[in-house]
């Protein structure tokens, strides 16, 4: 009596875990602001977000656009090279719960595996 009870409270545990398809949250790419912040001069919000001035940044990416790690002979064209150069200020300026690959790609609107090439392609031009 007590299996046949067990089971049958087993089965509807098994039917009710499964009723509804999980649905992804929509939320809004957060990357195009920080160009918005640029233009508005509100500088204090993209210094938080990357931890370096627009000027300092602006010169990191004319000095890194040219390494060759940036190019390939690919149908598929890379990130442009401050988009990339962005991912990565952005992991650099976050620690903890933020500093995860699959938020900075939420944040980003790219993939966790772009998230890890533009981490290894910014370090080997910095290097």
């Given amino acids: 009596m ?3 009870t067990i089971a049958a409270l087993t089965n509807e545990v098994e039917k009710l875990c499964y009723l509804a398809a999980h649905v992804k949250a929509p939320h809004a790419l957060q990357i195009q ?3 918005e912040w640029c233009l508005n001069d ?3 919000k993209f210094c938080h977000k990357l931890h370096v001035d627009p ?3 602006a010169s990191l990416i004319t000095k890194l ?3 060759l790690v940036f190019n390939n002979n690919s149908n598929n ?5 401050s988009v990339q150069l962005t991912v990565f200020s952005n992991g ?5 719960n933020g500093a995860t690959m699959e938020d900075i790609a939420e944040w980003a609107g790219i993939s966790v595996g772009m998230v890890y090439n533009c981490y290894c392609q910014v370090m080997i031009a910095l290097l």
């Avoid at 650099?92 to 903890?96: A, E, F, Q, R, V």
């Fill in 55 to 57: 000027d300092v940044f």
């Fill in 2 to 4: 007590f299996e046949n």
């Fill in 33 to 35: 602001l920080l160009e």
């Fill in 65 to 67: 656009e040219n390494h």
């Fill in 77 to 81: 064209p890379q990130l442009l090279v």
């Fill in 42 to 44: 509100n500088l204090k």
């Fill in 92 to 96: 650099l300026s976050h620690y903890g």
